[in-house]
């Protein structure tokens, strides 16, 4: 053995967290130990022993100048007794992110230029999992090759919480038309929700917690396809996302707040959203002789003037809903009338017995109007996407520890809900969970919109959300919130 400046080498088989097993040299600077593997700086408490029951095996001089004991918790029988100062966690943690902050805007913008959509997201999938492997973080990817879980993370400390963090990979059907260096490079896909951001955030806050452990509390990652499609986060919990997890976070940019802003608000938060498709069939024949057909061009419009009518007069005021038909295709001549027509559209509420109202009316309006022009109606619903309801304690803990971040007078805690849907809902009928809005508009810039063809956000957002993220999980072990049974 050397002095404190010195190095030794040992040919004694350890392995790290993720079971990769190597060969070691070990040296000690000014006090910290550390070990070298594989060119990558690890902390020597990370380690532990491959295939060792004890560590009788190993001389007790080294065993002394590594630092290992025996722990009483089985669970940890191979790992180093941790002797630290109870707030070394934020630091490390803090030291990752400063090191990796740099490559969020990488992560993004690679993203934006390779957006996939809903059910296509093959290419996104395998840069994360790349990203991921790299860095030797233990994940798997979804059936299909869509999609990533990342495995659960273990806490030191025993009985720690399991949170889980997701991110929405996919993109939609937008030609963007932004004048930017990294603008898509896929005609007619866009990343035009963010989720190109959202995905780097959580990818970068994946790579900085799993350098940074152990830590107090448990985690794990989940990149979640379909989110636009409604569908992800269904197949998800299918894949075992949830399992051994006791709580979900997730953010989402907001065009709308300036960067550095925060909306956290407990309770509903997003509506309650069923989409439908409605197939009409008639009889065509010319245009100068619609007494000789059944106009699926007239039946579609006095059956979408009704349900504009219908729907928001027999609903009680006091509860908001929205039908909105976004497409109506029919005919392809001037002159003909054609033999069918098709709308799809969608009902949003924040009230589940307001959705159902909505959709008996819509049902009824199709049955009576088919009747009245004599011609056919189909109706197909998609399955209800529930509103998202935002547990009230981890709203107040995420609000809290965005107020110690960002300063009071910019976290906003009683936003009124949109009505836009959004699939993380499918999550919190299983264990709680709160969505982060998060401030993503530059200074002095115009709005624009999610859904646009000119989205884009200011990617200072990108590092303050990792920020939230990884200091919502530290507090979280240092005010362990506990929860009854989900109803």
């Known amino acids: 053995m050397s002095d ?53 095996e190993i001389p007790p001089d080294l065993q002394s100048n590594l630092g290992f004991s025996r722990p009483t918790d089985p669970l940890l029988s191979s790992l180093p007794t941790i002797s630290e100062p109870s707030d070394a966690a934020p630091g490390r943690v803090e030291e990752q992110l400063t090191q990796i902050g740099s490559e969020l805007s990488q992560f993004r913008r690679h993203l934006h230029q390779h957006p996939e959509l809903s059910g296509e997201e093959f290419s996104t999938t395998e840069y994360l999992s790349k990203q991921l492997t790299s860095s030797r973080v233990p994940h ?17 400390n025993p009985g720690a919480p399991v949170v889980a963090m997701r991110a929405d990979i996919d993109a939609l059907p937008i030609n963007e038309e932004g004048d930017v260096p990294y603008r898509s490079r896929h005609p007619g896909v866009m990343h035009a929700c963010g989720h190109d951001a959202h995905s780097a955030i959580l990818l970068g806050t994946t790579l900085a917690l799993y350098a940074a452990r152990p830590l107090p509390i448990s985690w794990r990652s989940i990149f979640q396809p379909a989110e636009e499609s409604g569908r992800g986060a269904c197949e998800m919990v299918k894949e075992g996302a949830l399992e051994g997890v006791d709580a979900i976070i997730a953010l989402h940019v907001d065009p709308n707040l300036a960067v550095g802003r925060v909306a956290i608000t407990p309770g509903p938060r997003t509506a309650f959203c069923e989409d439908f498709a409605i197939e009409i069939t008639g009889r065509g024949g010319h245009g100068a002789r619609p007494h ?93 996407i529930p509103g998202l309801v935002n547990d009230g304690q981890i709203a107040t803990l995420c609000a809290d520890v965005a107020t110690q971040l960002l300063g009071s007078e910019n976290v906003l805690r009683s936003e009124p809900p949109s009505l836009g849907a959004e699939d993380f809902a499918d999550y919190l009928p299983i264990v709680p969970g709160c969505m982060i809005g998060l401030g993503a508009k530059a200074d002095g810039s115009k709005v624009t919109p999610l859904h646009t063809a000119t989205f884009d956000i200011d990617e200072t957002a990108l590092l303050i959300g990792a920020r939230l993220f990884t200091s919502v999980l530290l507090e979280w072990a240092k005010n362990p919130i506990r929860f009854g049974p989900v109803t």
């Open 4 to 56: 404190q400046n010195g190095e030794w080498e040992s040919l004694y088989d350890f392995s790290c967290l993720s079971n990769r097993r190597f060969k070691f040299t070990c040296y000690t600077h000014s006090g910290r130990r550390r070990v070298i593997a594989r060119g990558r700086n690890l902390y020597w408490r990370d380690l532990q022993v491959a295939g060792k029951q004890s560590l009788d």
């Open 140 to 156: 798997r990817v979804a059936t299909g090759n869509r999609g990533i879980i990342t495995d659960i993370v273990g806490s030191a």
């Open 292 to 384: 000789a057909t059944v106009d699926p061009i007239a039946t579609a419009a006095h059956l979408i003037t009704l349900i504009y009518q219908a729907v928001p007069r027999q609903t009680d005021a006091r509860q908001p809903v929205v039908v909105t038909i976004g497409v109506f295709n029919a005919g392809y001549a001037s002159n003909v009338i054609p033999d069918t027509a098709s709308l799809k559209g969608t009902i949003r509420t924040l009230n589940a017995a307001v959705a159902k109202h909505a959709h008996e009316t819509v049902e009824r309006l199709c049955a009576s109007v088919a009747q009245a022009f004599g011609a056919k109606i189909s109706l197909q619903f998609e399955s209800l």
